[in-house]
């Protein structure tokens, strides 16, 4: 001891911390309390170091500040730009072409919007109801659809399939929306009649079947518009929890009207009509089927195997409008080319993220040699088989091509989505959600179709919503996924602090403030009626309890917030990234359940496979502890510095096992304080 290097003989020296913090009496004098010790930042070393980087003279010059009239110019060139173009189309097409760009342009600019303002806690309602609406691609089919009670061609063949799939995607999507939206009720939310919105869909379809038998033009187009109408409201209605369940309402209202509209311009035989009603009846019940079978965990695999279901129908209804009008104009051949290619990506894509989802593929990257050479020379090789497409008289040749853009649109679907990280994986529903819509609306200007047109745009600018995810529309758009740029994130951090369940709730019982974060292992063990019944007891010792939730915890956005509202806990509480981040330094305690890469602060470093990913920001508690089976990567597969962490305790167990027992000794010690 520094103290007591002679016998009977203190060496008091106040400049030491641990002798100063020992006395408080020295000759009589009362010592005030010292002021406490400055410890270690909390993440030292963890935090991006700036690259200090001279620049040339040829690159400083690129970050010379634009002058207000070279900005103001460079507008005025895009817009210039953008009209012209517009000009030469409407010289290069027809009238026809023009309106359904002018629909699709509006469409875009309203499906932006809406999509835009869908708060990120309704994510998944959001790509499951767009995933019921994207079954419209139904009406391609049902354009195609001939012969009998079974169909007589391989056009009209390809179409009863496409319609069979895409009643799997209308009952199934919806049901599974409606049982999301279930979840976020609380006891206290008034009761749900939104059954009664089977009163205008049954007055509006049998309005339209009874009004076609007297030949009033204009019928058609009619149910079309009060159709696209009600699936706009219906991505309008998951701005709110308190609205949601009536944007799914409408949704279906809006469906039902589309096919019954579009049953009247089929004008399809009594026999062609039987054949229509079994195919939706078989659809409907496997739809149906899956949808009430599935678990809240299991909804992001059911989202993204719906998502391969409308690119397989894309892409069987744009090769049967081919076959069966192999003579048509540019625009057709070029449009039903489109859509094959688009269907493909789709479904093959989806497949792969199901795949990553359910645990049959890896979720690891895959990282062939010169994969982006292939992506190109694929892409080149479509290029050339539309062009040949375009070109020859050959009917052969033609379907050939499009055999051709069929293979190779599976195989980029397949090599794009599979050579992303799991981390992406949630993004990647999302972007393939996207591209459903764009498949759709290929469709729509292929069949002259403004419902497709509409319903496609609106679904094809859903994919905005991975802004929230940082980003970008043009990630969206071209599938800018992000990848691996460092192959491992090698760095020893030194070992770890361990607890216990009767400390935590030692912990828990002081804390003045709560955060939980949970990611996918607490979704996995089915956890949340434990930290429901926490939080509940906590609440009821005065203790603010509040969930902080990452854009792309779970697998699929949203993911968690169903899961939460599903044990009861209210919405109103669970707030989002932006909201909660803030909060953090004033917080007691986080306890972190089952996630890993949502608040790994190696986002925050340069180089690291998730750099750049916007995380929660649990670091700046007072406590933090991580509930974690044991010390593996994340989906991700990066490690985490935050477990090594000076204020980072670790509980290692069964997220459920170690829940329960956290709510039991909690609610066990307030009992005996009463």
Known sequence: MSIGTHQHHFNIDLKDEVVRGSIILKQGELLWPPPKPVGPPAFAGMTAKPIEQKLSVDDSKKFKEISPFRQQLKEVMVATAAMTSLIALGKMTDAGFMLLSTIFALSSVIGYRIVWNIIPALHSPLMSVTNAISGLVAVGGMCLMGGGILPHTVPQF???????????????????????????????????????FVIPAVVSAGGLIWAATSGVSGLVQAGYLASSLLCIASLGGLASQATAKTGSALGMVGVALGVVSTLQLSGFSPAVFSQFALITGIGAAIGTTFAKRITPTELPEMVALLHSFVGFAAVLTSAAAYIAHPAGTVLHLITSYFGVLI?????????????????????????????????LGMIAANTASLGLFLTSPSYAVGLTCVAINAAISFILGWHTTASIGGGDVPVVITVLNSYSGWALAAEGFMLQNELLTTVGALIGFSGVSTLAMNRSITNVLFGGYQTVTNSEVKKEFGSVTETNIDQLVMDILEAESVIITPGYGLAVAGAQYAIAD???????????????????????????????????????????????????????????????????????EPNTPISGMPVLEVWKAEQVVVLKRGMASGYADVPNPLFYNPNTQMLFGDAKDTCDKLAKGVAESLNKNK
Do not use: W
């Open 158 to 196: 390809l179409a009863a399939i496409s319609v069979l799939i895409a009643n799997v995607n209308i009952f199934g999507g919806f049901i599974v929306t409606q049982r999301m939206l279930t979840m976020f009720r609380r006891p206290e939310d008034p009761p749900d009649y939104t059954y009664l």
């Open 343 to 375: 269907g493909g990506i789709t479904a093959s894509g989806s497949l792969v993220a199901f795949g990553k989802l359910k645990g049959l593929l890896t979720s690891k990257p895959l990282n062939l040699p010169m994969k982006n050479m292939l992506n």
């Open 534 to 604: 926490l939080c509940k007891s906590l609440q009821k010792k005065g203790i603010k309890v509040q969930f902080g939730i990452h854009p792309v915890a779970g697998r699929m956005p949203g993911q968690l917030n169903v899961l939460l509202g599903e044990a009861g806990i209210p919405y109103d509480i669970v707030l989002e990234m932006e909201e909660i981040n803030d909060s953090f330094p004033d917080t007691s305690l986080v306890i972190v359940i089952g996630a890993n890469d949502t608040v790994n602060p190696a986002a925050l």
